[in-house]
C-alpha cells in the first residue's frame, strides 16, 4: 500500500507492506524498521527502530492533529491511488455517494438512515492499518441510505452511504 503523507506542508512517500512479522516500510524510498499496535482509540503505539513514541490523534474541526509528546504536527494522509479517475463534485444539488476511502473494516456507523448533517459531519469510520478514519459528508443533507454495516469489509471507492 502505498500513502502519500503531508506533514506541516512537507510531502512524504509511505510504501507499506504486511510482512510476516510486523510491517514492511518505506519512507521516500528508504528502509525504516516499524513496528505499530493500536494502543486505544486515537493513540498509536510506535516503535521505529530502537525508539519508541506514543502517538496521539487528535480531530479540530476539519483537520486531524497528531500529538507525539508534546509536538504538534498537522497532517494529510492520500492513497494516491483512490484519486485516480476521481471526480470532486464542485455544487451541492443531488445525492453525493461517500466512499470508502482505503481497503479497511468498519468498526462504526455515526448516524443513522434519515438523520439530517451538516457538511463535513463524521458519518461512518473506517479502519485501516490500525487507524480509524472518519469518513465525512461533503455536504449538508439527509443520510438517504446506509449501504454498509458495522465489521463490513470495504475496497477505496467502494459507497458507504448516500447523502441527499
Not at 494502543?39 to 530502537?50: E, Q
Amino acid at each position: 500500500m502505498t500513502y502519500d503523507v503531508t506533514i506541516d506542508g512537507k510531502t512524504h512517500r509511505l510504501e507499506l507492506d504486511h510482512a510476516e512479522a510486523g510491517w514492511s516500510c518505506r519512507l521516500d524510498g528508504r528502509e525504516v524498521p516499524v513496528d505499530a499496535v493500536l494502543a486505544r482509540p486515537d493513540v498509536l503505539s510506535l516503535r521505529i527502530g530502537n525508539r519508541a513514541f506514543e502517538v496521539k490523534c487528535e480531530r479540530v474541526g476539519s483537520e486531524t492533529h497528531y500529538w507525539v509528546g508534546s509536538q504538534r504536527f498537522s497532517a494529510e494522509v492520500r492513497d494516491p491511488r483512490s484519486l485516480r479517475g476521481r471526480v470532486r463534485a464542485t455544487d451541492e444539488q443531488g445525492p453525493k455517494k461517500l466512499t470508502a476511502p482505503m481497503p479497511g473494516k468498519v468498526v462504526r456507523i455515526l448516524v443513522a438512515q434519515g438523520a439530517v448533517i451538516e457538511a463535513g459531519a463524521g458519518v461512518i469510520v473506517v479502519e485501516a492499518m490500525k487507524m480509524q478514519n472518519e469518513v465525512k459528508s461533503p455536504k449538508k443533507g439527509t443520510i438517504q441510505k446506509i449501504l454498509v454495516s458495522t465489521g463490513a469489509a470495504v475496497n477505496a471507492g467502494d459507497v458507504l452511504a448516500i447523502v441527499e
